[in-house]
């Protein structure tokens, strides 16, 4: 028999995928949404998909539902994943994704936008073909923002503090995130904290912000540094561009801060 083909949207809880699922809703109406459940995402992120999920009308798929963070992380041998060691999202992400799909021929819609010079997950399986409607059609980021707006979904609340979905402890959060994270969820920056350990037998240190444990950063005088770094940084950027909202200039200043790459199936 011949599979039919489906066409599937990733939700990651960040405002793209989101927004690319309003726009998508009543042009496809047979898309199957789905959500690669960590088990360890912000509650905003919770709510926020509950709140997607009223205004789709069906059912965001969990996949994870047996196995998430913690068993993974038992079995890489304790190894907190980073940068350079990105087995959750090939685990927690990608490969649920591919089990999902399994061998149907699928479209896979991607929420890059059209002001973005970057490349998402492009699975290598031949079953699944990637479609970019923002980036076909033009949209952009403002559009974004007004797309969330004219539905009533609005932007996730974490967006106030912190820039990218993900896991609580992700390591591409950058240091006034965990600020973020320690004044907004004290409870999730001391769970993050016990991940955090020494491994003197392997002579490894695995912390999740580079260059110190979270301990260290909690320290109320490098508090106060990081907080002063950004509201300094802030300030210049809102003096520099008057008309900006807030959370642009929230935004480029946390981009300025680091640069690193996200992870974009977990960020967009
Ligand atoms: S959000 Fe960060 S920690 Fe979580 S799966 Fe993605 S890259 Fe890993």
């Known amino acids: 028999m011949i ?5 599937v949207l990733g939700l990651s809880g960040g405002k793209d995928s989101s ?3 309003i726009y998508m809703r009543d042009r496809v109406p047979e898309m199957e949404y789905f959500f690669c459940d960590t088990q360890k995402e912000l509650p905003e992120t919770y709510e926020y998909l509950d709140t997607l999920q009223a205004y789709l009308g069906k059912p965001i798929t969990r996949l994870n539902a047996e196995r998430g963070f913690d068993h993974w992380l038992e079995m890489y041998g304790g190894y907190l994943p980073s940068s350079q060691m990105r087995w959750c999202t090939r685990m927690l992400k990608i490969k649920p994704f591919e089990e999902f799909v399994g061998e149907d021929p699928v479209f896979s819609y991607i929420g890059i936008r059209a002001d973005e010079d970057r490349e998402g997950y492009i699975s290598h399986k031949p079953n699944i073909t990637p479609v970019y409607p923002f980036k076909e059609d033009g949209i952009r980021e403002a559009d974004v923002f007004e797309l969330l707006r004219v539905a009533g979904v609005g932007l996730p609340k974490y967006y106030e503090w912190r820039t990218r979905s993900g896991c609580y402890f992700c390591f591409f959060q950058r240091k006034s995130e965990w600020v973020g994270l320690k004044d907004r969820h004290p409870d999730l920056f001391e769970r993050a904290k016990q991940y955090e350990k020494n491994d003197d037998e392997r ?12 301990e260290e950063l909690a320290r109320p005088e490098r508090v106060a540094d990081i907080k002063r770094k950004q509201e300094l940084a802030m300030r210049k950027k809102s003096t520099a561009n008057p008309g900006q909202k807030l959370y642009q200039i929230f935004n480029e ?5 680091d640069d690193s790459e996200p992870c974009l199936v977990c960020h967009l």
Request: proline share 0%; net charge neutral; charged share 25%.
């Open 203 to 214: 002579n490894v240190r695995f912390t999740w912000s580079q260059g110190e444990s979270l």
């Open 253 to 257: 200043t946390l981009a300025d801060e």
């Open 19 to 21: 927004a690319l699922a």
């Open 3 to 7: 599979s039919k083909q489906r066409h």
